[in-house]
């Protein structure tokens, strides 16, 4: 199938603006609990719908009071917290344009953020970020303000704005629309520069009540349940943004959680109790990986490895029921799947909380036994695909009919097309309206209002679409082979001892393979071993160490032909880090950036 495209669930905005639902909620609904937010102590208190309503027309009017005006941009650098949803719906009640900053990042990335975007103020999480603002500052003329959420800034602004009237706030409200520029996100950079994508409140509103619309089951697991869900994703990325976005318009109760570690991650869920959750597939391999530790760890580890394969061949048979392919899972593994659902799954389903029963995930490609095995655990993970430049989700695996593996068909109102060259075209309601400063273009790439994505994918005989590989990565080798490393990357990267890998061969005779270890992994495997800790310099020649992730090698291979296979590979001593330059902000590998910091390294893989 060359092209398929899903008719719209819902309407396109023909008036209003984000804010809007805030200021609805608050008047209609004002004692329904609308966040969660941690007080000093720790604990998780409610904010209702009113009390939200208040806060933000507090800070907008405070942001007035200090300058603020429509169409102006405004810089947010900080991690996931309460203070970055008030001021994401107190600039849209002005009229404003958040422009989010990933708090990791360097002093040359934000420069070139605020530069590229002109912001006339900034907010920061804390000192550390403010002194990055504060090193090119001297190179940023029109930024006027700056304002740090630990020192107060929320009061600070609240006090300023205390003498302007509510119907100032409510006549900039007024003059948004659809149309109006909402935010302004620059992409991972993976590839050069970051581009500033230009998203308006009718794409984001277009987005995220498909998703409420389309995916009822997933924001509601039970009929009458509240819905909640504890946002950990970075709100600097599109993906973030669409959850706050959804959860606000579609009542949902919302968290923040602002580390992404499972110390601080899993406490918090088990305290905050979702009812569904959205995540990266990294999420979801930790968990998995976690309950494979403990469950080694308590001698239990043949049963865990057996509780697996029955989830997986129980979700795999109920896939086939739906698509006509089988009659479903048979009397014997129903009873098989049912003792260890007291066992094992009910464990995994407590790392989330306990109610959790659906997710959706996006931002890279999720391993198909990965998401058959949470499936078989009464946990469906939905996995879709996007871009910033889509406003997220172009593409997403229904409730009613997933397929895993894939990142599903269309999501209602838009068209996937499949160029000559294998490239994926997208078009929609939600596709954003240009880059920033991007005079020479104006608009999406492509013809006729299409957007050609840079990805390559298939569509199947049902319209649900697998990406294959990017074109700019594709390797050719100095045979001719043109090889798509994503497919091995995560095959090898499956394996719970494997952090990263890094496929290269372009320009080269082979294949080979770069590969980094997960440090807490590697820890359990030595201890099982009654091994002691050794240093990152020994375990790199550990015979067998190798022999594990030769495995993890050997099962990727066993997906392409022989001359796309990985030949040799080198275990590196270290993780590629962000703070080393060789990671974008959402964990994206900058292949360039890695090949150059490890040149001695790849030059031995073909010597």
């Not at 959804?246 to 109790?273: E, N």
Request: aromatic share 8%.
């Amino acid at each position: 199938m060359r092209e398929f495209t899903v008719p719209p669930l819902a309407a396109a905005p023909l008036v209003g603006g984000l804010a809007d639902a805030v200021f609805d909620h608050a008047e209609s609904d004002p004692g329904r609990v609308a966040l969660g937010r941690k007080d000093g102590a720790g604990v998780w208190r409610d904010v209702t719908s009113g009390e939200l309503g208040a806060e933000v027309l507090a800070l907008a009017k405070g942001l007035l009071a200090q300058g603020i005006r429509f169409g102006d941009r405004v810089a947010v650098m900080s991690r996931t917290r309460y203070e970055w949803t008030l001021f994401d719906f107190a600039l849209w009640t002005v009229g404003a344009q958040p422009v989010p900053v990933y708090p990791t990042s360097s002093a040359d990335q934000v420069l070139w953020t605020l530069h590229d975007a002109g912001v006339s103020a900034c907010v920061v999480e804390h000192e550390d970020h403010a002194m990055t603002v504060g090193s090119v500052v001297d190179r940023l003329p029109h930024l006027k303000r700056l304002w740090q959420l630990d020192t107060g800034a929320v009061g600070e602004l609240v006090a300023a704005g205390a003498r302007i009237d509510d119907e100032v706030v409510h006549r900039h409200r007024r003059a948004v629309t659809p149309d109006s520029v909402a935010t302004v996100i620059y992409t991972s950079g993976t590839t050069g520069r970051p581009r500033g994508c230009v998203l308006t409140h009718g794409n984001l509103m277009f987005e995220s009540d498909t998703l409420l619309a389309g995916w009822e089951p997933v924001f509601r697991s039970r009929p009458g349940e509240e819905a909640s869900t504890l946002l950990f994703l970075p709100l600097a990325h599109v993906f973030g943004r669409m959850v706050e976005v959804a959860a606000v318009r579609g009542r949902v109760k919302l968290g923040h959680q602002p580390q992404l570690t499972a110390g601080a991650l899993l406490p918090d869920l088990a305290a905050f109790r979702p009812t569904f959750v959205l995540a990266v597939p990294y999420v979801f391999e930790k968990v998995l990986d976690a309950a494979r530790r403990r469950a080694e760890a308590e001698g239990r580890g043949a049963v865990f490895e057996r509780a697996v394969d029955v989830a997986v061949r129980y979700a795999q048979a109920q896939e086939d029921r739906e698509f006509g392919l089988g009659p479903g899972p048979s009397a014997a593994l129903r009873l098989r799947h049912q003792f260890f659902d007291k066992v094992v799954y009910g464990r995994v389903r407590e790392a989330f909380g306990g109610r959790v029963r659906h997710a959706m995930s996006g931002g890279s490609a999720m391993d198909r036994r990965t998401g058959l095995f949470f499936a078989g655990a009464g946990i469906t993970v939905y996995e879709g695909y996007g871009l910033t430049e889509t406003s997220s989700a172009a593409t997403a695996n229904p409730p009613e009919r997933p397929r895993f593996g894939t990142v599903g068909p269309p999501v209602p109102g838009t068209s996937v097309r499949i160029a000559d060259d294998g490239e994926v075209w997208l078009r929609g309601p939600h596709i954003f309206s240009g880059y920033l400063n991007d005079t020479g273009r104006g608009g999406p790439d492509g013809w006729d209002g299409w957007l050609a994505t840079g990805d390559l994918g298939a569509l199947d005989a049902n319209g649900y679409l697998t990406i294959t590989g990017r074109k700019k990565e594709i390797l050719v080798t100095t045979s001719g082979k043109s090889v798509a490393p994503q497919v091995l990357e995560h095959r090898v990267r499956s394996h719970p001892l494997v952090a990263q890998c890094l496929v290269v061969g372009n320009d080269r005779p082979y294949i080979a393979a770069l590969v980094t270890l997960d440090q807490e992994a590697v820890d359990h495997w030595l201890a099982m071993q009654r091994r002691p800790a050794m240093p990152a310099a020994e375990l790199v020649r550990d015979a067998a160490l190798e022999k594990e992730v030769r495995r993890a090698v050997i099962a990727a291979n066993t997906l392409v032909s022989h001359a796309e296979s990985i030949r040799t590979f080198r275990i590196l001593a270290r993780p590629f880090s962000e703070e080393q330059g060789l990671l974008t902000p959402s964990l994206k590998l900058k292949r360039r950036a890695i090949e150059q910091a490890y040149a001695e390294e790849v030059a031995a893989l073909y010597r």
